[in-house]
């Protein structure tokens, strides 16, 4: 009682109507507990100090952690990456791609993208490679697929060659995909879909002739193989993306030629 009795004494010593009058009262109170302000004052100083410590470790450890971070971006137009371990990214414009370049390679390589990527992976059976996309994850161990979540209700994953394991996020069931197989994650799905490709029934397989950002050299081979003639160009840097549903090669050579800005010579084998 005599203690708060005291310490009632002090506020009202100090009190003004409205606020309390803390400097008149610390120096009173340093002048009457010397060695108390002295223990207080390094008490106080050693938790300012505790506190700055442990603020400057956690900003370390987030900012170590954010500058390990790698991104790549795709604007306007598709642009190809090489990551640290070989495997090529093709990105599709307005797209990106995420990983940690310090623990990239070690045990796993694991990667954060949006939009539409294409990927060459290389082999590492010890490494295997992971995906993940807005709510689905590709795991591939050394492959060539794509994954397309330009659609905001759907991931798309289409397969050139090897073998994928397509997921929802976060689920351990999916589906096995195999070269030439598409599948399609709808939002909020537990598994993927397989995709049956669709064959058009007026057109024969044998007369439709599709490419897909194909190197023109390789057309002209195809092209050869199928007609059995002999077409060379100078131009060996071009591309085509085009399908054709006729048997008239003359006809395709002129609509190459045209779209392309090339001469293509024939010649009968």
């Given at each position: 009682?005599?203690?708060?009795n005291?310490?009632?004494r ?7 109507p409205?606020r ?11 002048a009457?507990?010397p ?10 100083i ?5 506190v700055?410590?442990c603020?400057?470790?956690?900003y ?7 500058n390990?971070m790698?991104t790549l971006?795709?604007y306007d137009?598709?642009?190809s ?5 070989s495997?090529v990214?093709?990105?599709s ?11 990239f ?8 993208m ?11 059976p ?5 995906a ?12 060539q697929f794509?994954?397309d979540?330009l659609?905001p ?6 397969v050139?060659s ?6 929802a996020?976060?689920?351990?069931e999916?589906?096995i995909?195999?070269?030439?197989m598409?599948a ?5 799905a537990?598994?993927p879909?397989?995709i049956e ?13 599709v490419?897909?950002h194909?190197?023109?050299p ?10 059995n ?5 100078q131009?060996?840097?071009k591309?085509l ?7 008239n ?6 609509l190459?030629?045209?779209?392309l800005d090339?001469?293509?010579?024939k010649?009968t084998k």
């Amino acid at each position: 009682m005599d203690r708060e009795n005291r310490h009632l004494r002090f506020v009202l010593k100090y009190y003004a109507p409205g606020r309390f009058d803390t400097k008149s009262a610390l120096r009173a109170y340093r002048a009457g507990h010397p060695a108390k302000f002295r223990l207080l004052t390094r008490f106080t100083i050693g938790i300012a100090a505790s506190v700055a410590v442990c603020i400057a470790l956690g900003y370390h450890i987030f900012n170590t952690g954010r500058n390990a971070m790698t991104t790549l971006y795709a604007y306007d137009k598709s642009v190809s990456y090489t990551l640290p371990d070989s495997s090529v990214v093709t990105l599709s414009p307005h797209s990106s791609l995420s990983y940690n370049a310090e623990s990239f390679g070690n045990d796993s390589r694991r990667v954060e993208m949006a939009g539409k990527v294409e990927f060459s992976v290389t082999k590492n059976p010890e490494a295997p490679f992971v995906a993940n996309a807005s709510y689905g994850t590709v795991t591939v161990l050394g492959t060539q697929f794509v994954v397309d979540e330009l659609n905001p209700d759907s991931i798309g994953v289409s397969v050139t060659s090897g073998k994928v394991k397509f997921t929802a996020k976060d689920r351990a069931e999916g589906v096995i995909l195999t070269k030439g197989m598409h599948a399609c994650l709808l939002a909020g799905a537990d598994t993927p879909e397989i995709i049956e490709p669709t064959k058009p029934d007026s057109i024969p397989d044998s007369h439709r002739l599709v490419f897909d950002h194909t190197p023109l050299p390789d057309v002209l081979n195809r092209l050869s193989a199928h007609f059995n003639v002999g077409l060379t160009c100078q131009e060996t840097d071009k591309v085509l993306t085009a399908e054709f549903d006729t048997e008239n090669l003359d006809e395709i050579i002129m609509l190459i030629e045209k779209s392309l800005d090339v001469k293509i010579e024939k010649k009968t084998k």
